[in-house]
């Protein structure tokens, strides 16, 4: 931390030139407040937050590299008259008020909080919180995205560019170059592993491989960057010992098997290379054979099959490993209970919700590790990059089991993947219903599993006559095998397949030449499904639009209105 003689020589410095720009001394990245409070005040305690948001993404949209909010400024005057805040003692929610902050901010955000007392006068008492840019994806607070725009805090999703440049912003850690590392420091075995597994992917390849070397293998599997070892190459291939490269990044993982009152019965942890230790956490798991009497038969003679779908265990195990953020100096876990495995790994959701990932099942736009995961696919460790977890969800819907539940808090993701019937009348619905959609399969199992169900999901299922009591007593009907025929209502409630309302803008296109965001809006809300509230009715009309663009459809004209492209 600067001390007071640094801060007041900072402070000037920024009201110097605050000055010398007039009226427009306050810039996107650049925000002056006086006193903080509920009511009356310059600025609430909740829009605090909102501000951290806005002018971290303006600052990533502006170039800088760090934004600013300055309590104790005067607005307009840029004179220092103080302010009420002190961190200290400030609360909110009976917890700490910085607390509070950081917690409501996703992807947490390491902003800085200086306080002093101007020229050492108490009733001229300055905050400056020092705020780094966006990096990779916009920064929400309580999943709100806000941006500075000029002098005004505005919502973030207006701006489809802005979002845009913040989504292409990020620095991938995992592509980064280790200068002193060497092949030398790279497993043997981890190597001849890798080039079994790319042989595997790519036969085209496979005698040719036999006259490469290491160094043109490793280029060519994209695990190096022109002979350079990269934190990807230690992460998947690098020795025990080498670990220490990556410093302060961890690369471990860590099996532990527990019993149905938590008690810890054992455990193990791998280090890299973890194109092997991956292969020895798989084999710790006891993937015992699970007998059952399928619901929907009527038989007295049970059927055998294993407790998890293979597929399932590598593909969760290798997302944590493709997904987490290594600079949070975590461990990848795997618990083992006698029904259950639970994955975990440090680092939010960047698709947002499994929602996203289940309903528009295309590659995600943004990852945190890029070159992390291109690597994986080339060595076939993870199916091609966003595939994955949507055949997890169909391999569990198959054995009539609960669907993958995901637990998104705190910068980690949680999986949990049960291996067992626990509810015939859902298992019923399954297999008697090969309609419902993936979506509606999800929502159900988070009926089953009593987990967070919104009121408009509630409606929906309700209105399918697939569950009943009220809230929050909701459990999946008896008699749903007879009602989901009715394929009129069904289709109101559930709404028709993407290609219908991509069809429906084209055509719109078609005879209006150009139309804006809220000609589409107007168009498409009331043909979306009725389990969608409005703010998601008009996200999905936002997603239809950016989906046509990448298929080169429809486009940005000079008036930032859409348009059919030339190649339609």
């Given at each position: 931390m600067r001390s007071s003689q640094e801060l007041t020589s900072f402070l000037?410095?920024?009201?110097?030139?605050?000055?010398?720009?007039?009226?427009?001394?306050?810039?996107?990245?650049?925000e002056f407040k006086t006193n903080i409070g509920d009511t009356h005040a310059s600025i609430t305690y909740e829009f605090l937050g909102h501000y951290l948001s806005g002018l971290a993404n303006a600052a990533c949209v502006k170039d800088v590299a760090y934004a600013y909010l300055i309590l104790g400024i005067e607005d307009s005057t840029w004179n220092i008259v103080g302010t009420n805040l002190k961190m200290e003692s400030a609360k909110r929610s009976n917890e700490s008020y910085e607390l509070w902050l950081r917690r409501g901010l996703n992807p947490s955000l390491s902003f800085v909080i200086e306080e002093f007392d101007y020229h050492d006068d108490p009733?001229?008492?300055?905050?400056?919180?020092?705020?780094?840019?966006?990096?990779?994806?916009?920064?929400?607070?309580y999943k709100k995205e806000s941006i500075r725009i000029g002098s005004n805090l505005t919502d973030l999703k207006n701006y489809p560019n802005f979002l845009r440049k913040i989504l292409n912003s990020e620095t991938d850690w995992s592509s980064n170059i280790i200068e002193k590392a060497t092949i030398d420091d790279l497993d043997p075995e981890a190597i001849k592993a890798a080039r079994e597994q790319f042989a595997n992917k790519h036969e085209e390849f496979r005698e040719e491989m036999e006259t490469w070397d290491d160094i043109k293998f490793l280029n060519k599997a994209k695990i190096t960057r022109q002979g350079k070892i990269t934190n990807t190459a230690i992460i998947l291939l690098g020795k025990p010992e080498s670990e220490v490269l990556i410093s302060p990044a961890v690369a471990k993982i860590r099996w532990i098997l527990k019993d149905s009152k938590e008690n810890e019965r054992d455990y193990q942890i791998e280090s890299c290379p973890f194109i092997l230790a991956s292969k020895k956490i798989y084999a710790k798991?006891?993937?015992?054979?699970?007998?059952?009497?399928?619901?929907?038969?009527?038989?007295?003679?049970?059927?055998?099959?294993?407790?998890?779908?293979?597929?399932?265990?590598?593909?969760?195990?290798?997302?944590?490993?493709?997904?987490?953020?290594?600079?949070?100096s975590g461990m990848i876990n795997v618990v083992e209970y006698d029904d259950k495995l639970?994955?975990?790994?440090?680092?939010?959701?960047?698709?947002?919700?499994?929602?996203?990932?289940?309903?528009?099942?295309?590659?995600?736009?943004?990852?945190?590790?890029?070159?992390?995961?291109?690597?994986?696919?080339?060595l076939k460790m993870v199916d091609t990059i966003g595939s994955g977890i949507r055949r997890m969800f169909n391999f569990q819907r198959k054995r009539l089991f609960p669907m993958p539940d995901y637990e998104l808090s705190n910068n980690r993701v949680q999986v949990t993947i049960t291996g067992k019937i626990i509810d015939n009348n859902y298992s019923t619905l399954l297999a008697k219903n090969p309609d419902l959609t993936?979506?509606?399969?999800?929502?159900?199992?988070?009926?089953?599993?009593?987990?967070?169900?919104?009121?408009?999901?509630?409606?929906?299922?309700?209105?399918?006559?697939?569950?009943?009591?009220?809230?929050?007593?909701?459990?999946?009907?008896?008699?749903?095998?007879?009602?989901?025929?009715k394929k009129v209502s069904y289709t109101k409630i559930k709404g028709f397949d993407d290609k219908y309302y991509k069809d429906l803008i084209c055509q719109?296109?078609?005879?209006?030449?150009?139309?804006?965001?809220?000609?589409?809006?107007?168009?498409l809300i009331d043909k979306l499904p009725d389990i969608l509230d409005r703010e998601k009715k008009i996200n999905k009309v936002g997603n239809l639009l950016t989906s046509l663009r990448k298929k080169g459809l429809i486009k940005f004209n000079s008036e930032n209105k859409w348009v059919l492209s030339k190649t339609k």
């Open positions: 000037e410095s920024i009201l110097e030139k605050a000055k010398s720009r007039g009226s427009a001394g306050e810039t996107e990245w650049l009733q001229k008492h300055i905050v400056i919180f020092t705020i780094p840019a966006a990096s990779g994806e916009p920064i929400s607070f798991i006891r993937n015992l054979k699970y007998r059952f009497i399928p619901p929907e038969q009527g038989t007295l003679f049970p059927e055998e099959m294993d407790t998890y779908e293979p597929y399932v265990i590598r593909e969760a195990l290798n997302n944590a490993i493709a997904h987490q953020d290594y600079t949070m639970v994955f975990s790994n440090k680092g939010n959701f960047i698709p947002e919700s499994v929602k996203n990932v289940l309903t528009f099942d295309a590659p995600e736009e943004r990852y945190r590790n890029r070159f992390l995961a291109q690597a994986m696919v080339e993936i979506n509606d399969v999800e929502i159900l199992s988070r009926v089953l599993l009593k987990r967070n169900v919104t009121s408009a999901e509630i409606d929906y299922l309700r209105k399918l006559k697939l569950i009943e009591g009220r809230k929050p007593n909701i459990y999946i009907s008896k008699t749903v095998a007879q009602t989901v025929g719109a296109l078609e005879q209006h030449e150009q139309l804006g965001r809220k000609d589409f809006e107007e168009l």
